[in-house]
Nanobody, 125 residues
């Protein structure tokens, strides 16, 4: 069955970096659009970044230029490199598999069929 397992979260100071990983099983990350979401305390879950089957990417405006989404098809792993972190980046980060190969309406949760359990990122000022 399909499983997504995130890792790499932690506590860092503002300006620091983290790299999140999401290992997929039950299918290959090369065959679906894949995304990262996050949910801060008291807020709705929001889309952070997405990558399609040919490597095209999209980002939320709040992370554009600081975060980079990538994937390693051989390792069946999705990544999120987060640089110049800010306290407002504090959230639980989730990876998700889109229902399609193309990343249509990528910021809507309903278009994703599978989710990881999440990994906590805490950025202190």
């Amino acid at each position: 069955q399909v499983q997504l397992v995130e890792s790499g979260g932690g506590a860092v100071q503002a300006g620091g970096s983290l790299r999140l990983s999401c290992v997929a099983s039950g299918y290959n990350v090369s065959t679906y659009c894949m995304g990262w979401f996050r949910q801060a305390p008291g807020k709705d879950r929001e889309g952070v970044a997405v990558i399609d089957t040919v490597g095209h990417t999209k980002y939320a405006e709040s992370v554009q230029g600081r975060f980079t989404i990538s994937k390693d098809n051989a390792a069946n792993t999705l990544y999120l490199q987060m640089n110049r972190l800010k306290p407002e980046d504090t959230a639980v980060y989730y990876c998700a598999r889109h229902r399609l190969t193309v990343c249509v309406t990528w910021e809507e949760e309903d278009v994703y069929g599978y989710w990881g359990q999440g990994t906590q990122v805490t950025v202190s000022s």
